[in-house]
């Protein structure tokens, strides 16, 4: 049972949009910013948004993060074949005094 | 170039120990908060513990007591000292750096390709 809470999978058709939740509490989310990762099958996380909205150098700007209250969102427009994989958030959590990742989401590309 | 090397995992039987290492190239740990994350097989991502540059460090509930993160700056490592080993610790452990530190800001730039560790009897 994750800290974070993720839909198991989404999915939408390519060149569509697509948005992935994650929700939590004053604990964590609420108090903290959030980070998303993009991991393809058998290859280590990535990092795709920190600090609820900024994206590293490199991640293109069809993705997009935003917070509000105690939930997140992962938002990637213009979906690509190449972007089926797992996502994650992740955060702080002040009263775990350690960092907690939501269950991950399956993106599938129909 | 960036680039972080995990090394150390195996095969372990219960109640056993094991230490991995992380030895980054491209950037100086001390300068820098490091985690290890794990992923068991067919899971998803679990945070096991943090190192600041200050040294204070930080455990997920399920393995304090048990692990140790700690640094060597003249080898610009850093380690997990796994004890007391449980079947549910087996598992992909991957070292990653965390970003620019700010109060409430956790997350990770760079990752390592990752280690198995496999705890059996």
């Known amino acids: 049972q994750s800290v974070l809470t993720q839909p198991p999978s989404v999915s939408a058709a390519p060149g569509q949009k697509v948005t992935i939740s994650c929700s939590g509490s004053?604990?964590?989310?609420?108090?903290?910013?959030v980070s998303w990762y993009q991991q393809l099958p058998g290859t280590a996380p990535k990092l795709l948004i920190y600090?609820?909205?900024k994206r590293p150098s490199g991640i293109p700007d069809r993705f997009s993060g935003s917070k509000s209250g105690t939930s997140a969102t992962l938002g990637i427009t213009g979906l690509q074949t190449g972007d089926e994989a797992d996502y994650y958030c992740?955060?702080?959590?002040?009263?775990?005094?350690?960092?907690?990742f939501g269950g991950g989401t399956k993106l599938t590309v129909l | 170039e960036v680039q972080v090397v995990e090394s150390g995992g195996g095969l372990v039987h219960p109640g056993g120990s094991l230490r991995l290492s992380c030895a980054p190239s491209?950037?100086?740990?001390?300068?820098?908060?490091m985690s290890w994350v794990r992923q068991a097989p067919g899971k998803g991502l679990e945070w096991v513990s943090v190192?600041?540059?200050?040294?204070?460090?930080f455990y997920a509930d399920s393995v304090k007591g048990r692990f140790t993160i700690s640094r060597d700056n003249s080898k610009n490592t850093v380690y997990l000292q796994m004890n007391s080993l449980r079947v549910e610790d087996s598992a992909v452990y991957y070292c990653?750096?965390?970003?620019?530190?700010?109060?409430?800001?956790?997350?990770?730039?760079?990752w390592g390709q990752g280690i198995l560790v496999t705890v059996s009897s």
């Open positions: 990653a750096r965390g970003g620019q530190w700010r109060r409430g800001s956790l997350y990770f730039d760079y």
């Open positions: 491209g950037f100086i740990v001390s300068s820098n908060y």
């Open positions: 190192i600041y540059s200050d040294g204070k460090t």
């Open positions: 004053t604990s964590n989310i609420g108090n903290n910013y």
């Open positions: 600090d609820n909205d």
């Open positions: 992740g955060t702080w959590d002040n009263s775990l005094s350690g960092g907690v």
